[in-house]
């Protein structure tokens, strides 16, 4: 989109929300409606020998973006701009320069949605389609191109979607195709709208054409990828299922071997009046699926397998994160919750809530094709797999309880422990790093004073042999309802072999937010960390310095 | 050049924020937590003023801000405001939703935005990120990150709204 | 109601197209396709290989240089550049040193950031011409299906008990070039061996100690950047002399040593030609 395209789009917003603030008075638009939101991160790198902080000669770097979106009578647009000058450590460093990498217009009439240019969606739960949009993890695989959502009767929905993906500011050379159908049963047969069966089913094609322009290898172009899924639901039972296959496509991702991919995905929940229960099972197979064969990270992902883990809150029980293993993994994950009474001996006098819950991930079995041909071996079909017999190499474990309960008027508090076993090597890609067991605590409790102020505490402790050792931590915050908040905390890796780097990572921040605005300021030494999303996790350096971020939604 | 684009998007924002004094919500399709589809045009609470909450599973703050309201939630029921939760929670911990919903007994209203379409047509970045509609349906007040002691005066705005009416 | 019908049909109508796919059964390649060739000066591509010893998925960006270096044979010039933060030495295991000045150089200006990633003629596919190994074969290909447009010649003259090298260059140009060009002249060392971090499981330590290190740049001989032959391009026919001596540091083998040479533009940096020789 060309500036001068651009600056006649946004004369016309301005023109539009002239008359649209007339609307009360009986404007020429009613109903019109314009909104938006910005956030803007800076920080500000101050050099750090002791805990290995890369040298920024920028100093400062910022990641800015700014929605604005204009709807009236069932037709919007839209646009985002996105400026990274550069972007923050940790990012990719394809995020670089200004400009607009999101612009749509869409129309909905009768039962018919037509959405032109850059567009979210996806299929059932995102095996074979999943694009989304995460600013804070540097995710965006933005379509672009056209979507069609047609709902004929109530309780069918059919999407057709046909573009490419955004990469950066620019596009993969993929062209991705998709098209789904999904019908409750319950909202179209109205003889089965009082049934306490509920049934959904879905199904969705996806497939994606790049040119084989390889000398080595001989490459499908098009490469097609099905799903089929179904949900059950009565009273407090709920069942879903969800299995797709890929057909060959050799990439970056598996190591350009033939074979095909298939995934399964099965949940079921228990739900209850103070009583909730979750299993999960998933098996997958060779599911990476990219708009270009050799992308790699976060890029250009046309399908999204979530890890079926825990996702933990603090800084401690998260520095061990899982990431899914497209190659191949089997997973478990059971969770239990439920709400002690009061009066009870661990309910007290308001009642608790317990959390209980177990996950693993393992590697899927592989059985070489012949004598002569390695499993995985480029070119070839790679290995076969055994769907029930689980792999040897394990991936992941952790078993964690938490309670947490409002001990009184002014005091709440939650206490939780996990024991995670992780294996480093697999999941950070570094074969020489073995496994990881570390025992984690933690305990935050909030305290309500007078005049509207609280303040929370959190103690920490992580405690592991292996990789660098124990950390313990302590965070306090002090907050002034509803506008101010003030934070100190500390990470001590006391427990690392070498002694010079038994560092603190002290940090300071004040955060103040009126409404929809929110300014926050920090400032000290932050700890490296491990982003993950899906497969990839993107390693963020440890840096020193401070932080600026700014929010606004109008 | 991007000094002229600035000023414009200056300009439409703060046109943006007037015509804002009372916009109604989007009409977006999502979903309930049994699988149904609605429209978010169908919301309403009988002519009184309620809350549209997005949260998520894994977000602290979310959780302590529902669970503060769920604390004094007898108050507002008693004066008929309602709470609507939206989860933005995507497939990874959508299945979370139901039990600890139920497992922690929360009586809201809810549903299940997954891929963040209702969210991106309301504005909302980072979550918690909380509305409040008055008895017409036009949005009038939000906020968003979650600070002890704000579930009492989002009720006291709500009482205000109430009067007003 | 028709219309409703007519609009379902046609959704599944494209359901059904959408379920096109390629199912291969010979998966590879035989016979190296069309190349571009004027004459008896044929075309030659230059891939510069960003590694480091101490980065476990260099490996197999290596082995993608070599099945390309086995597939493409002489039109394909390959140089390894050991520089940034897997290049560094680190005890007990990476004390062997293979960054050098016009190395670090050239990973900085172009901003290498992570390894392994590799530039074909320093030329921009899709937008950057940084690309990772599954799509060197695809860019090599395209660019030896043009014609050339420069010859090098290259003759060596090397004293072994001195450790003198003197290296002559002709460029003759096939057509008419425009704008500046320059001639970048280095030298790589093959079949040096030295441990190298890995992601191969056979290596539980993640160490293989005992890789061998192919075209490993050791050093400029007319700078990082090279000597500019011609601010005004050249005409079709026109030929420039360069004549360099260096002399070989003694950790050195000469006898997998190589000289490579190259041309490119002054205007994008991309390479116009280039051409390697063996000492012995």
Not at chain 1, 17 to 31: A, H, N, W
Not at chain 2, 130 to 148: L, M
Request: net charge neutral; with cysteine.
């Amino acid at each position: 989109m060309n500036k001068k395209t651009f600056l006649l789009f946004a004369l016309a917003m301005l023109v539009q929300g002239i008359f649209v603030y007339g609307q009360g008075q009986g404007g020429l638009l009613q109903g019109a409606r314009v909104w938006g939101n910005f956030q803007l991160d800076a920080q500000y790198y101050l050099p750090d020998s002791i805990i290995e902080a890369p040298d920024v000669d920028e100093k400062i770097r910022m990641n800015a973006f700014a929605n604005l979106n204009f709807s009236w009578q069932g037709f919007t647009m839209g646009m985002r701009y996105e400026s990274y000058q550069n972007a923050l450590l940790g990012f990719d460093p394809g995020y670089r320069g200004n400009g607009i990498p999101y612009r749509f217009a869409s129309y909905q009439q009768d039962n018919l949605e037509v959405t032109l240019g850059n567009f979210y969606e996806q299929f059932g739960n995102g095996m074979v389609f999943r694009s989304y949009v995460d600013h804070n993890l540097g995710v965006d695989n933005a379509m672009d191109g056209i979507r069609l959502v047609y709902r004929p009767v109530s309780g069918v929905t059919l999407k057709g979607l046909i573009g490419q993906q955004r990469l950066f500011f620019d596009k993969g050379p993929g062209i991705v195709r998709g098209f789904d159908a999904e019908m409750n049963l319950n909202q179209t047969f109205t003889s089965l709208a009082e049934n306490p069966n509920q049934w959904m089913l879905g199904t969705s094609v996806v497939s994606k054409y790049q040119r084989d322009q390889n000398p080595l290898f001989n490459l499908p172009e098009n490469v097609a990828a099905f799903a089929g899924r179904l949900n059950y639901l009565r009273g407090a039972l709920n069942l879903s299922a969800e299995y797709g296959y890929k057909v060959n496509d050799p990439s970056a991702d598996n190591n350009f071997i033939y074979k095909d991919g298939n995934a399964l995905t099965m949940t079921g929940s228990w739900a209850a009046e103070g009583f909730g229960l979750l299993l999960a099972a998933k098996r997958i197979d060779n599911m990476g699926f990219r708009s270009d064969r050799a992308a790699s990270s976060n890029n250009l992902q046309i399908n999204f397998l979530p890890p079926t883990t825990r996702q933990h809150l603090y800084s401690l029980s998260g520095m061990y994160p899982y990431a899914t293993q497209p190659r191949g993994e089997m997973g478990l994950l059971g969770e239990l919750t439920f709400k002690l009474p009061r009066e009870s001996f661990l309910g007290g006098a308001n009642g608790a809530t317990l959390t209980v819950n177990y996950s693993v991930a393992n590697s899927i079995h592989k059985t070489a094709l012949n004598d002569t041909t390695a499993i995985g071996q480029r070119g070839t079909k790679g290995y076969t797999s055994d769907f029930f017999r689980t792999g040897d190499t394990l991936y992941f474990q952790d078993f964690n309880a938490e309670y947490s309960r409002r001990f009184s008027r002014n005091l709440r508090g939650l206490i939780s422990y996990a024991y995670i076993t992780y294996n480093q090597g697999v999941i950070e890609g570094h074969i020489e790093k073995g496994m990881v067991y570390a025992h984690i605590v933690v305990a935050d409790f909030t305290h309500r004073l007078p005049n509207r102020r609280s303040l929370r505490w959190e103690l920490q402790h992580l405690a592991t042999q292996q990789d660098k050792g124990n950390w313990a931590m302590a965070l306090l915050e002090y907050s002034i309802a509803p506008q101010w908040s003030f934070s100190l905390s500390d990470q001590y890796n006391y427990g690392n072999d070498n002694k010079d780097l038994r560092v603190h990572y002290v940090t300071l921040g004040a955060s103040y937010s009126k409404n929809a605005n929110r300014f926050s300021l920090s400032y000290g030494r932050q700890r490296e960390g491990i982003i993950c999303v899906g497969g990839v996790c993107r390693q963020v350096p440890a840096s020193n310095g401070f932080m600026l971020s700014v929010t606004s939604s109008f | 050049m991007k000094k002229l684009l600035l000023t414009l998007i200056l300009l439409i924002s703060v046109t943006g924020i007037f015509a804002q004094a009372g916009s109604k919500l989007p009409e977006m399709v999502i979903k309930t937590l049994e699988g149904r589809e609605v429209n978010t045009s169908a919301f309403e609470n009988d002519g009184k003023p309620y809350v549209i909450s997005f949260w998520a599973t894994w977000c602290r703050p979310c959780l302590k801000e529902l669970t503060a309201i769920d604390e004094i939630y007898e108050d507002w029921k008693n004066l008929g405001f309602k709470v609507i939760a939206v989860s933005t929670d995507d497939t990874r911990t959508r299945a979370n939703v139901l039990p600890m919903v139920r497992g922690r007994g929360w009586e809201f209203e809810f549903y299940l935005d997954e891929n963040g379409d209702f969210r991106r047509a309301m504005g909302v970045n980072l979550v918690p990120h909380t509305f409040i509609v008055n008895g017409k349906g036009e949005v009038v007040y939000q906020h968003t990150a979650f600070v002890d002691g704000m579930e009492w005066e989002m009720y006291d705005k709500l009482k205000a709204l109430l009067e007003n009416e | 109601m028709i219309r409703k019908l007519i609009t379902i049909l046609t959704f599944l109508l494209s359901g059904l197209f959408l379920a096109s796919c390629d199912i291969i059964e010979e998966p590879k390649m035989t016979g190296p396709g069309h190349n571009g060739h004027q004459g008896e000066v044929v075309r030659k591509v230059l891939l510069e290989e960003f590694t480091g010893h101490q980065c476990p998925n260099c490996p197999d960006g290596a082995q993608e240089a070599a099945d390309l270096k086995a597939f493409f044979g002489d039109r394909l010039v390959i140089m390894s550049i050991h520089a940034g933060f897997f290049a560094r030495t680190t005890a007990p295991h990476f004390l062997a040193d293979y960054r050098t000045t016009a190395g670090n150089n050239i990973n900085s200006y172009f901003g290498i950031s992570y390894n392994p990633v590799g530039m074909v003629n320093r030329a921009g596919f899709s937008g950057s011409p940084i690309l990772t190994p599954s799509a060197w074969g695809g860019a090599i290909s395209q660019i030896l299906q043009q014609e050339p447009q420069a010859g090098i010649e290259i003759s060596l003259n090397y004293q072994s008990i001195s450790r003198q090298l003197n290296a002559s260059f002709k460029t003759t140009a096939l057509e008419n070039i425009q704008g500046p060009i320059y001639l970048a002249v280095f030298l790589v060392e093959n079949n040096i061996m030295s441990p190298q971090q890995t992601n191969d499981p056979q290596y539980p330590n993640g160490i293989k100690e005992n890789y061998i290190h192919m075209h490993v740049l050791r050093t400029d001989i007319n700078g990082p950047w090279g000597e500019e032959l011609s601010e005004i391009g050249a005409g079709a026919g026109q030929a420039f002399m360069k004549n360099y001596n260096i002399t070989l540091d003694q950790g050195w083998n000469a006898t997998y040593c190589s000289v490579i040479a190259f041309v490119y533009s002054g205007t994008n940096l991309e390479v116009i030609q280039a051409e390697e020789k063996k000492l012995f």
